[in-house]
């Protein structure tokens, strides 16, 4: 069964909030709600998410203080934040939610289908990701257990390494595709560099599991790092 993505919902208006999980609720994932700046980052503290949403005037911790925050911490820094502000006040504001660390910011109000459809792009990323990341331990315990399955089970190496290579195949079918639908869809830069940097992660494993085919070398093979 796949893992739902986490969303992490940042607003110190319960109306708000409420808003935001009706909108996102289609997407079926995770929704966590977070009243204020301290409270989503205690949060971060202890789960991972895909994306946050976070709005900008909050008492106390405003959102580009949680966000600066955010960008700070080594397990958070790569999470994209939208940023959702009910004032704007023109190009330097906006320019300021993007030095904070956003990788979009959306005035109020706003057209639910845009959020929605930005979301799920962000949660698309993040679950690629995600399976990159299991594709890459599978791989590394089969080479520290000399070619035994997670379970104990010997496996012949050429049977194993085929069904790794079908195991990455398919996660590289899927980032293509996911990159084809951001460039017809002209999406956010952010998004398109997170897809590329996917992409060549995807080419590294691919690297690795190449090598270790019959006739490529001796050796144990790096595998790619999950930076």
């Excluded at 796949?2 to 208006?13: G, H, S």
Aim: glycine share 6%; proline share 5%.
């Amino acid at each position: 069964m796949v893992q739902k993505a986490k969303i992490l919902l940042v607003d110190d208006r319960p109306e708000n909030l409420l808003a935001l999980e009706a909108i996102l609720s289609a997407l079926d994932q995770t929704l966590v709600r977070a009243s204020s700046g301290e409270e989503a980052l205690k949060a971060l503290l202890t789960d991972d998410f895909a994306v946050i949403l976070l709005d900008v005037q909050m008492p106390g911790m405003d959102g580009f203080e949680t966000a600066a925050h955010i960008k700070r911490r080594e397990r958070t820094r790569d999470i994209p934040i939208i940023f959702l502000t009910a004032i704007n006040h023109g190009p330097h504001h906006t320019f300021r939610g993007y030095a904070a660390g956003a990788v979009d910011y959306i005035s109020k109000p706003f057209d639910p289908w845009v959020l929605r459809a930005k979301v799920s792009v962000f949660v698309e990323l993040y679950m690629k990701n995600c399976q990159l990341r299991e594709q890459a331990a599978l791989l590394r315990l089969q080479l520290e257990g000399g070619g035994k399955s997670p379970a104990g089970d010997a496996k012949e190496p050429a049977g194993l390494l085929a069904e790794l290579s079908a195991r990455l195949a398919a996660v590289e079918e899927q980032a293509e595709a996911l990159s084809k639908q951001l460039d017809e869809e002209s999406a956010d830069a952010a998004a398109v560099a997170t897809a590329a940097h996917l992409e060549r992660k995807l080419t590294g494993l691919r690297r690795a599991l190449d090598a270790l085919e019959p006739g490529t070398g001796s050796g144990t093979p790096s595998v790619p790092s999950q930076n």
